[in-house]
């Protein structure tokens, strides 16, 4: 599971390189008080479900390893692309990565733990959503054609 996940999260990544080449990034305007929370949740998420995993599968270290990195890059990738105000679907991107990141840790929870049918309808039907969010951006979204962001905020 966790090389399926590599596999998603490394194409993904290579998918939105094209759209990161245009960005010029602004440090002040993005170390914000809401990031630092969003950071400090998602580590602690990290943290309790790498913890629940390696009590179960304590030889799993170099995949769960692998795996949080290459789903921290495709979300850094796509919030550095929403940040940035630079294409007007941003934050369909945004959404993409934060369903893949939740579509994960539910399936680690459900598979070792609560194994539940509605669960894996609601992780499957979440997944599905986050693949058709991001392929929707990919489609509609040309990364030659970049937004004016002073237009857009006074629309």
Known sequence: MCICIIIYALFSSLALKKYCAPITFRWKTTMTLPLFISIGL???LIFSISDLVLELLPNAIPYIVSTILTLLLYAGISYYIYVSDTYSHGIKLLISAFLCQFVVGFTVINELFLLNNFCTFFIVSAHILGI????????????????DSIKKHLL
Do not use: N
Request: aromatic share 22%.
């Open 132 to 147: 058709y969010i991001f392929m929707k951006f990919l489609v509609e979204q040309d990364p030659t054609t970049i937004q």
């Open 42 to 44: 998602l580590g602690y």
